[in-house]
Structure formats: C-alpha cells, structure tokens
C-alpha cells in the first residue's frame, strides 16, 4: 500500500537523528492524529520534543526541524505543501521511499522514534497505530523488514532480543552497540516476573502522557 502513487522510490539514505525523528513523527502523526496533519513547522517541533514514546529526549528548535526537513525531502522521504491560511506544512514520504504497508510502517516508525526494542516492547507501542495482534505478527513484520535491510537483530535469539532500523550513520551505529550491550547487562539482572510488570506500567505512563502530549499540540496547533 502507498500512499503516493505515481512517483519514483528514492534509494534509502542513512539519516541525522533529527531527520530520523522528524520522519518518525510526521509518520506516527499521520496515524494517530490525522485531523491535523499534514503539519506545519511548529507542530512538528512539538512532536518531536514530547515527552512520551522518544528516546533520547530532543530538544529540537525551527532552525533544527527546517535543515531536517530539508535532508528528507532531498532524499525523497518528505514533501512541503501550502497549507490552509497559506501556512506552509510537510507529509512523509515514507511509504514510497522505503516501500512499507501498514505494518511495516508502524514498527519502522517506533523504532525511529524511540530506538532499539524488544519484540514485546515493538508490539505494546506500534499497536496504537497499526493492529498487530500477537508476538508473531512482530516477527513476520521484523522478517519482512530485515528482507528489505532496514531492520536488524542487535542481540541473539532468545527473550529479550533487541532490534533497530538501519538508517543510522556508522559512527552512531558504533555507539548504539555498545549502548545495548550495556542494557542487556543491566536487564540480565533482574528477574522475568518483575520485567513483565515494569513493562506493563511504562506502557500504561507511555499512553497517558502521549495523549497529553497530543492534546498540548493541539492547542499549540489552534493558538498558530
């Protein structure tokens, strides 16, 4: 499924982290609140400086946004459009750069938007844009875009195994291994049982305080 017929997939590019959370949000956004999108420039800034579902925390200013705006509409992955009230907004390209459906864009975005996760963690967050009904409709999206080489395994085979996108530059990618590495010992110390019920209350605070991030864009959307 794509959702811009008619145009040539651009080759896929490693990104900055601020283009890597700009196209995160304008696909999460197009999915979760589609009222008000496509977005302009300062809902964008607030997408990507929200408090729930991102890691690391960014503190991105128009300046910032713009120039990431900028590199991925120079890679085909984001188009500018004139707005209502002639105020100038942006749409991803994600599905014809990256040749994703429904699925495969969800897991993609998460992944983008808050870096390296578990199966478990990717089904929890990604299910609130696209129904993703067990564990194994997870694996059968990660197969599919690992097939495309835009997703990798980080950790072996086992619980707790961890994945991320592949559009990192390589000095990041560096960094990133050796980050993991540091969690997984982290993780390795404490029992399942108490996992399990840590994972089910962040998912709970995710969800409550993503929707008050949503509706603070909203005003700050209205108040523009």
Same mark, same amino acid.
């Given at each position: 499924?794509?959702?811009?017929?008619?145009?040539?997939? +651009?080759?896929?590019?490693? $990104?900055?982290?601020?283009?890597?959370?700009?196209?995160?949000?304008?696909?999460?956004?197009? +999915?979760?609140?589609?009222?008000?999108?496509?977005?302009? #420039?300062?809902?964008?800034?607030?997408?990507?400086?929200?408090?729930?579902?991102?890691?690391?925390?960014?503190? $991105?200013?128009?300046?910032?946004?713009?120039?990431?705006?900028?590199?991925?509409?120079?890679?085909?992955?984001?188009?500018?459009?004139?707005?209502?009230?002639?105020?100038?907004?942006?749409?991803?390209?994600?599905?014809?750069? $990256?040749?994703? &459906?429904?699925?495969?864009?969800?897991? $993609?975005?998460?992944?983008?938007?808050?870096?390296?996760?578990?199966?478990?963690?990717?089904?929890?967050?990604?299910?609130?844009?696209?129904? /993703?009904?067990?564990?194994?409709?997870?694996?059968?999206? /990660? @197969?599919?875009?690992?097939? +495309?080489?835009?997703?990798?395994?980080?950790?072996?085979?086992?619980?707790?195994?961890?994945?991320?996108? @592949?559009?990192?530059?390589?000095?990041?990618?560096?960094?990133?291994?050796?980050?993991?590495?540091?969690?997984?010992?982290?993780?390795? #110390?404490?029992?399942?049982?108490?996992?399990?019920?840590? &994972?089910?209350?962040? #998912?709970?605070?995710? #969800?409550?305080?993503?929707?008050?991030? &949503? /509706?603070?864009?909203?005003?700050?959307? /209205?108040?523009?």
């Amino acid at each position: 499924m794509s959702e811009n017929d008619g145009e040539d997939a +651009k080759p896929v590019v490693p $990104l900055s982290a601020s283009a890597r959370r700009v196209l995160g949000v304008l696909v999460e956004k197009a +999915k979760t609140t589609p009222d008000n999108y496509p977005m302009s #420039a300062a809902a964008i800034i607030s997408g990507c400086n929200q408090k729930s579902n991102r890691s690391p925390q960014m503190q $991105l200013d128009e300046d910032d946004v713009l120039l990431a705006l900028d590199e991925l509409r120079g890679v085909g992955a984001a188009r500018e459009i004139q707005g209502s009230g002639r105020v100038t907004k942006y749409r991803h390209a994600a599905y014809d750069w $990256l040749d994703l &459906d429904n699925p495969q864009a969800a897991v $993609l975005t998460e992944l983008l938007l808050r870096g390296p996760q578990t199966i478990g963690e990717i089904r929890t967050r990604a299910s609130r844009m696209c129904s /993703l009904p067990d564990l194994d409709s997870v694996k059968t999206v /990660l @197969k599919s875009l690992a097939d +495309k080489d835009l997703v990798e395994a980080l950790t072996p085979p086992g619980r707790g195994q961890t994945f991320a996108h @592949k559009l990192y530059p390589p000095e990041e990618r560096q960094y990133l291994e050796a980050r993991v590495e540091k969690q997984a010992a982290k993780s390795a #110390a404490i029992p399942d049982t108490s996992k399990d019920v840590i &994972d089910q209350l962040i #998912a709970r605070l995710d #969800a409550v305080t993503e929707r008050i991030d &949503d /509706l603070e864009a909203r005003l700050k959307e /209205l108040e523009s």
